[in-house]
């Protein structure tokens, strides 16, 4: 059973727009999120990262927000740019040793589209 | 900025073959990492070593073997390759503590006919 989800596989943004990627998890467990961007046939390179103890992280343009009460976050890109057109995963981790000794659970990404 | 790499980016190959992928980081990161990914689906811990000589098993069950000789190096083995065996591997390192985010090689992707 999934345990990070990421229910939109691709979302289409206007340049210039607001981009909201979306992702859940079941885990209560888990005490830090990041989110990661992947252009194609490259490896993944971290973006942004939250930790359970805040409900706000923001770096330049893009913001993740944390609502741990409804198990989400979400990252929030503005204004978005063509550059940022990749998939983006979101990942969790838990101190418990969750997931192979705390190691992170990713979902399945969502594919962003930023048209000029 | 991380330097990890990884060999050779793409690889077709019949089964029954022997082949290693290779992952070397030049940042003397003491953990390491392999994914398995398949187009749309999320990344899959299948093996990790936390230092020299410690390999242990992820998530996903594979029959892939690793080894940890050296810091840098954490190559990954297919003893007999079947074609339920392609796919995108990727090779990650942090620097181990606390919330370290990984820093990703470019990855190798596998097709065996």
């Known amino acids: 059973d999934q345990q990070v989800k990421q229910n939109s596989p691709s979302l289409s943004v206007q340049e210039g727009r607001i981009s909201i990627l979306n992702c859940d998890y079941t885990n209560s467990m888990f005490d830090y999120f990041l989110w990661y961007k992947k252009y194609p046939a490259e490896g993944p390179t971290f973006l942004i990262s939250i930790s359970s103890i805040k409900d706000k992280n923001e770096d330049g343009r893009f913001t993740v927000f944390l609502n741990k009460s409804a198990k989400h976050l979400s990252l929030h890109i503005v204004p978005s740019q063509p550059g940022d057109s990749a998939v983006y995963f979101c990942?969790?981790?838990?101190?418990w040793g969750g997931g192979s000794q705390g190691n992170l659970i990713f979902g399945k990404g969502t594919k962003l589209s930023v048209k000029p | 900025e991380a330097d990890i790499y990884q060999t050779p980016r793409y690889l077709v190959i019949g089964t029954g073959k022997k082949i290693t992928l290779e992952c070397s980081q030049t940042?003397?990161?003491?953990?390491m990492y392999w994914y398995q990914q398949d187009p749309g689906m999320e990344l899959h811990l299948i093996h990790y070593?936390?230092?020299?000589?410690?390999?242990e098993k992820g998530d996903l069950s594979s029959e892939s073997t690793v080894s940890r000789i050296r810091t840098e190096h954490f190559p990954l083995t297919l003893e007999s390759a079947r074609p339920s065996h392609t796919s995108q591997y990727l090779c990650a390192s942090s620097e181990g503590t606390g919330n370290s985010p990984l820093h990703f090689g470019n990855g190798t992707r596998l097709t065996v006919t």
């Open positions: 940042m003397g990161h003491d953990k």
């Open positions: 070593s936390y230092g020299v000589n410690s390999t």
């Open positions: 990942a969790a981790s838990g101190g």
